[in-house]
């Protein structure tokens, strides 16, 4: 009998042992975060093509015909750890199909996370150089072709006015218009394997924040700083977590 509980009393420590060493190995390893976007435009998901949107600051309606913007810079915080994503630059882009964006964060290290920050656009040292890093193409839509540097945020659609047309073309990316982000997390949610953390975007607020923006009178942003500071003090409050 003595033999029999010595055994099985080292059957339990190795069980021990092992399941200590197998839950050390399982903290180790790098969680995968989602964030996901939400579109909405005021109370409204977003839909594109569809002249039914308020214009803010005048009269007529606006449809939506394409809407999509960089976001940099992902940390995140907690009071013992930090971890800043590398080459983080992603192109946040919306269509019908999907409904949502989903922008996949791979090898995040677990732990207490408590708070994320990230920038919307791209950051003046990136935004000066045509060097490629994450989603930043010197040759693609969101590159101006004018100057260095990338639209920070896209928005084209159309106003209509009692049957009448008239085209919306608001492209902002001047190293002022660079955001800073913040939000508080539950840090509950990153000691999975996997999690996610939900964003609603509300496309108005570009027209309708603290400075509100008549589209008819402005229908175009491109290449005045003036104008395009407008739009960027109302987008900064674009995004807020679910």
Known sequence: MRKL??????????LVAGSAAWLKWRAAQPLQLTLRFHPAVGD?????????YPNPGGAGRFAVRGFQFFLSNIRLRGAGNSWVEPDSYHLVRFDEAAGVFDLALGAVPRGDYDRIEFGLGVDPAANGTIEQRGDLDPNGRMAWTWDVGYKFVLFEGALEIDGKRQPLVYHVGFDENYRSLGF????????AGAAHIDFRVDLMQMFNGSIPVDMAAL?????????AARLA???AGMITPM
């Open 219 to 227: 229908p175009t942003v491109k290449f005045d700083r003036a104008d």
């Open 5 to 14: 509980a010595l055994a099985t009393a080292a059957v339990l420590l190795v």
């Open 184 to 191: 508080a997390l539950n840090p509950q949610r990153f000691t």
């Open 44 to 52: 409204e998901p977003l839909r594109f093509n569809e002249a039914r």
């Open 233 to 235: 003090v109302n987008y």
